[in-house]
């Protein structure tokens, strides 16, 4: 997997390229190196810089919105690029990429792999400094370290399959509490059939806590060494409790846990502070997400899986 690097006024960040899923994007994206173009904050799309100049990857788009690797819903770390206008987006905050309101497919090329806080914050400063330069080449493979263990482990299995998980139980005491006393659970999966790439399993969680434990956090925001106020804007942070990721868990008062296998539309920011239906109670941090992703098309062809769920002592 070959990597390219961003860079603002000396904040780096490197992506992974998906050529496997976009081989003809990437490659053209490669051959382009290196680029460089002045950026701005996306007006339509949510928490996201999009390039002022043009790729020219000389991309057939007679047959869009047939076009590789197609993407509607990001979430932090993404990388996309539009076959339309040229344009590449970093994106930083949940959010599909509009033009006048209106969601436009386009191709995903890459992911930030790790914290990528300090260039996330260089993307989200745009709309206070104005457009900054951005440039583009090519990087060079880093080993990123896994995170110390945080929080209790469990594992999870379907199709001779097995992923390991991180329950938050620093941030949610009490459901991560009730959740391991469900356990070990087995139940069937099926799809989600309105929000995209969940499962969701049939095993009701007993004890749901009362109250919510995951407050919407709002980080402070200023300007000219100022405080101005707060946002709602959600930043890159696997444990934050807005914002989706592919590998996350979560778990609903009335339906029980989902389980986050790809791109969804259902972003973690419309559940407000007063309400306790979905929490995120943990991350996959272990296993082959893209063969938790293929049992969702075998679920289409074959009905519901059975999973199971147990503790890790």
């Known amino acids: 997997m070959r990597v390219i690097e961003f860079e603002i006024e000396g904040v780096k960040a490197s992506i992974n390229l998906l050529e496997d899923l976009a081989p003809l994007t990437c ?16 007006h339509w799309s949510g928490g ?8 020219s ?10 076009i590789e690797n197609p993407s509607s819903y990001q979430g932090p770390g993404d990388v996309i690029f539009e076959p339309i206008t040229g344009e590449l987006n970093i994106v930083y905050a949940p959010g599909n990429y509009r033009w006048m309101g209106s969601g436009w497919p386009v191709t995903k090329i890459g992911t930030i792999e790790g914290d990528f806080s300090s260039f996330a914050r260089k993307i989200e400063r745009l709309q206070w400094e104005g457009a ?12 990123i370290l896994a995170p110390e263990r945080q929080g209790i482990r469990i594992n999870i299995q379907c199709d001779n399959q097995s992923w390991i998980a991180e329950l938050f139980d620093e941030r949610t005491p009490i459901l991560s509490a009730a959740i391991l006393k469900t356990l070990p659970i087995e139940a069937y999966i099926t799809n989600m059939h309105s929000s995209g790439n969940i499962f969701h399993l049939w095993h009701p969680i007993p004890d749901y806590p009362k109250e919510v434990e995951t ?33 996350d868990i979560l778990c609903d008062d009335t339906e029980g846990l989902r389980i986050v296998h790809g791109e969804i ?14 929490q995120k109670i943990g991350h996959i941090i272990s296993g082959n997400l893209d063969a938790l992703h293929q049992i969702s098309n075998k679920i289409d062809f074959d009905g519901a899986q059975i999973m199971t769920i147990s503790r890790i002592e």
Request: glycine letters at 6%.
């Open 48 to 55: 996201r810089l999009h390039t002022l100049n043009s790729f």
């Open 132 to 143: 900054k330069k951005l440039v583009i080449a090519k990087g060079k493979q880093s080993n």
């Open 27 to 42: 490659q053209g994206i490669l051959n382009s190196l290196p680029f460089e173009s002045m950026c701005v904050h996306s």
């Open 57 to 66: 990857l000389a991309i057939d788009v007679n047959e869009y919105p047939n």
């Open 265 to 278: 539309q259902t972003d973690m920011s419309q559940f407000t502070s007063n309400s306790k239906r979905t």
């Open 215 to 247: 407050k919407r956090e709002r980080p402070p925001v200023d300007y000219k060494n100022q405080l101005i106020g707060s946002s709602a804007i959600a930043f890159y942070n696997p444990r934050e409790t807005r914002g989706t990721f592919r590998g």
